[in-house]
């Protein structure tokens, strides 16, 4: 019964990203707002088996908005994914006090909420914070735009040595399943050719256009590969065979790894954790469950958790279009 939560948890879980702080702070303002208490759990789902809580209130989360990580770390727990793992976070947190929790967190994180609701009733609430983009009933989560305008910042530096001695880069971006950084980033950024897990453009077309583009007198190639793009080689296979099939080509590689988790978070991904740290900690107390908060044309949204970590998201049709007209 929603009169009858009176105290949150807030943790981070899996994967870091850019602007989780925002939306801790978010959840223990808005939870200090309302009167509520608030706790953060450290470590995510380990930190609950643990009992690893520190109560928060609202001077706790000062000057972390602009901050990337979380302050609340973040884990991955494999006792978790046990009954026996998760009734020991039960006990933890109804000694401490806690009726609710808000998990920030990707597909994996929202799995171990769902079990858990299932199996002792307890009120959850999803924010999606992966770099990713990849989760259903929601067009961002939190951290991807960050990261997207992370990548269009090294890719511009990039472009920069390139063009200075005609040289063609392959830089591979994250992605092992979803190529939103791959497609957005380089669209952005004004790639040659973008590899994403989700459309196999093959090798030939790869180096017609790389032809192409030599013929039509650019001084540079910028070829984005995201880690788990459909050709099936990664950047330093796709080199020698570049190298191999066009010598007339000085071909690099850059793998960017870490450093797109990283970063201050951008306004957009401020503004938007912000707003879903609002709409968790109402949800919790209008008496919801079981659900993820999301964002859609500009509207926050709520979709069951069920059907959130169903799938992945389908790739941006209209975008890749784009892509192919612009690299004309
Ligand atoms: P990322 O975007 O980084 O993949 P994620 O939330 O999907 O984020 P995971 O490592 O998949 O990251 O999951 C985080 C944690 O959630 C796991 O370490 C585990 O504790 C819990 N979890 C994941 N899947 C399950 C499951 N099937 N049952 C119970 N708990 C789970």
């Known amino acids: 019964m929603a009169s009858e939560i009176k105290k949150i948890a807030v943790f981070t879980s899996g994967g870091d990203s850019p602007g989780m702080n925002a939306a801790i702070r978010s959840v223990v303002r808005t939870c200090a707002y309302l009167g509520k208490e608030c706790v953060g759990i450290y470590r995510g789902y380990q930190g609950m088996i643990e009992g690893d809580f520190k109560p928060m209130d609202a001077r706790s989360v000062n000057n972390i908005i602009n901050k990337g990580g979380t302050i609340l770390k973040s884990a991955r727990c494999e006792e978790f994914r046990t009954p026996e793992g998760r009734k020991k976070a039960y006990d933890q947190l109804k000694k401490e006090g806690v009726d609710a929790f808000v998990v920030i967190g990707g597909n994996g994180s929202f799995t171990g909420a769902l079990k858990f609701n299932e199996e002792f009733g307890f009120p959850v609430i999803g924010i999606p914070g992966t770099i990713d983009n990849d989760i259903l009933g929601s067009s961002y989560t939190i951290g991807f735009d960050t990261a997207i305008n992370t990548v269009v910042d090294v890719i511009d530096k990039i472009?920069?040595?390139?063009?200075?001695?005609n040289r063609l880069f392959f830089v591979e971006v994250m992605g092992r399943d979803v190529g939103h950084i791959a497609l957005n980033a380089g669209v952005g950024a004004g790639a040659e050719e973008i590899l994403i897990p989700e459309q196999n453009l093959g090798l030939e077309r790869l180096?017609?256009?790389?032809?192409?583009?030599?013929?039509?007198?650019?001084?540079s190639s910028i070829v984005i590969v995201a880690e788990g793009d459909k050709i099936g080689k990664n950047v330093f296979e796709l080199k020698a065979y570049v190298?191999?099939?066009?010598?007339?080509?000085?071909?690099?590689?850059?793998?960017?790894?870490?450093?797109?988790?990283?970063?201050?978070?951008t306004c957009f991904d401020r503004v938007l954790a912000s707003r879903m740290g609002v709409k968790a900690v109402e949800s919790l107390l209008e008496g919801?469950?079981?659900?993820?908060?999301?964002?859609?044309?500009?509207?926050?949204?709520l979709t069951p958790l069920a059907e959130a970590i169903k799938a992945h998201t389908e790739v941006d049709e209209e975008l890749i279009r784009v892509s192919d007209i612009m690299t004309t």
């Open 207 to 219: 180096l017609d256009s790389l032809k192409r583009s030599k013929a039509s007198g650019k001084s």
């Open 159 to 165: 472009r920069d040595t390139a063009s200075s001695h």
């Open 243 to 265: 190298e191999e099939h066009l010598p007339i080509y000085d071909v690099r590689v850059s793998v960017l790894g870490h450093m797109q988790r990283g970063g201050n978070p």
């Open 288 to 301: 919801k469950s079981n659900l993820m908060v999301g964002i859609r044309d500009t509207k926050l949204v």
